[in-house]
């Protein structure tokens, strides 16, 4: 990521720091965590056109199903489909039982990027709240 500083754990973990954002991100959370930013509420996850060839390639799909499959139409733009499940909504993505995303490697870049995303610069406590790997920014590192 851009304006991207590693912070090496002893050995261990690298914690990420952004500049603009008053948080840092600890990847390793992910391992423990059931998913939440992939599911939960109702949210956009969107899908560029250079992203649904990417994609529908992995999957061996042409675009068209695989658009017709995976993703609806948001105004001009596509998202993918959410499914209900017993606790809220997961992206169609989602593999609910490893608690994982099926396209990780191809995952959109809203996936790519998040927790930081701009929106996110003056709601830090919003990010915290829904992502266990936030972590208090350390100063002047
Ligand atoms: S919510 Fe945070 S810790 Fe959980 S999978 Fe998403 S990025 Fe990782
Ligand atoms: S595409 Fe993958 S990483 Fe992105 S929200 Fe869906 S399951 Fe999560």
Not at 2 to 15: Q, Y
Not at 62 to 77: A, P, Q, S, T
Not at 91 to 103: L, M, N, P, Y
Request: proline share 3%; charged share 25%.
């Amino acid at each position: 990521m851009e304006g991207e500083n590693l912070i090496k754990g002893k050995g261990k973990v690298d914690i990420i720091q952004m500049d603009g954002f008053d948080f840092a991100f600890n990847p390793s959370a992910c391992d423990l965590c059931s998913g939440s930013c992939c599911c939960g509420e109702s949210g956009n996850v969107w899908v560029s056109q250079q992203e649904m060839s990417r994609i529908s390639e992995v999957l061996r799909m042409n675009c068209i199903d695989f658009m017709e499959k995976y993703l609806h139409r948001v105004g001009n733009w596509f998202s993918c489909k959410e499914r209900v499940t017993g606790h809220g909504l997961e992206c169609i993505f989602f593999q609910g039982i490893e608690k994982k995303c099926s396209i990780y490697a191809v995952r959109p870049a809203g996936c790519r990027t998040y927790p930081f995303w701009d929106h996110f610069k003056t709601c830090s406590e919003q990010v915290g709240k829904e992502c266990p790997g936030i972590v208090v920014r350390i100063k002047n590192s």
